[in-house]
């Protein structure tokens, strides 16, 4: 447990010495098919919002180039919430706009509405009720590994031997027959500098 927390803080400390806003690396813009990830979702909406008029109202070249990246994720994402706000009649885009721009809800908002705006939001940011977290298969893992060994001229025997596991083993996380560890992940991905 105390090895998983240590690897929590430091890959918190690289967000954290590499960007200046964390909240924005804590959500990525990715959101569970629920009533809080409708909430997170307006509440990113506003602070994208706010990326956007920042950086079109700075005048300094310096910190435009710096948030650059940040800008055009914000945008990308804001433009999806105009999208969505397209699609709603005026009533309920009204709710959505009153909620997004004050942070509150307008005096006559109802719970109906709320779940009417939720039953629009869900097939547009969490399509099949899934969040938008990317999945691989061990087939697509079990290839990178095998294309990153040839590629980089090893056996399997010799994988095997480096990172302190039988032939067998390997072969079968080669050939995706069984799931592969994350430290062995980790070890394979540092011999075989491994891209997925």
Known sequence: MELVSNAF????????KNCDCVYAMRHLFIYRPNEKGFDDWISDMSF???????YEGE?????????????????RY?????????TLIPELACHLVYKLRNGGWRYDFSIE???????????I??????????????DEIAAAIKEARKFSCYTRREV????????????????????????????LKQILNITI
């Open 78 to 86: 804001y433009k999806r919430y105009r999208e969505f706000k397209a």
């Open 48 to 54: 994208a919002r706010r990326i956007i008029t920042d």
């Open 59 to 75: 005048w300094d070249s310096v910190i435009k180039f710096r948030n650059h990246d940040e800008y055009q994720r914000a945008y």
């Open 9 to 16: 803080r430091k890959i918190v400390d690289i967000f954290i």
């Open 113 to 123: 509405i709320k779940n009417k705006l939720i039953e629009k939001w869900l097939p």
């Open 160 to 187: 095997a031997e480096l990172i302190g596991i039988s032939e067998n083993t390997y072969k079968c996380y080669e050939d995706g027959k069984r799931s592969i560890p994350f430290r062995i992940f980790y070890m």
């Open 125 to 138: 940011e969490c399509p099949n009720k899934e969040s938008r977290i990317e999945r691989i298969s061990n």
